[in-house]
């Protein structure tokens, strides 16, 4: 059975970095286009990057050029590096398959941005 397990967040001020991190364990992860979501308070989750399993990349118009998101085939592990971010970046982030099959959505990992 697929686990997934988000890791990183915190609160930081506008402007500072976070890395998160998202072990995928069980199943083929380097078969998988992957992504980061993430939900805010009284919003639907929303993606906002994803990666292929060959390396390309997409991100949401709203982190572009902020957000870097990557993947370790290896660990099964994929990352987003998230700098000058903003209170608008206040949310719960999930990683996942792009879609649209997706596996048990994990815990996620709270981020908070505070101005």
């Known amino acids: 059975q697929v686990q997934l397990v988000e890791s990183g967040g915190g609160l930081v001020q506008a402007g500072g970095s976070l890395r998160l991190s998202c072990i995928r364990s069980?199943?083929?992860?380097?078969?998988?286009?992957m992504g980061w979501y993430r939900q805010a308070p009284g919003k639907q989750r929303e993606l906002v990057a994803h990666?292929?399993?060959?390396?390309?990349?997409n991100y949401a118009d709203s982190v572009k050029g902020r957000f870097t998101i990557s993947r370790d085939n290896a660990k099964n592990t994929v990352y987003l590096q998230m700098n000058s971010l903003k209170p608008e970046d206040t949310a719960v982030y999930y990683c996942?398959?792009?879609?649209?099959?997706?596996?048990?959505w994990g815990r996620g990992t709270q981020v908070t941005v505070s101005s």
């Open positions: 990666i292929t399993r060959g390396g390309i990349t």
């Open positions: 069980g199943g083929i992860f380097r078969t998988n286009a």
């Open positions: 996942n398959n792009l879609g649209p099959l997706y596996d048990a």
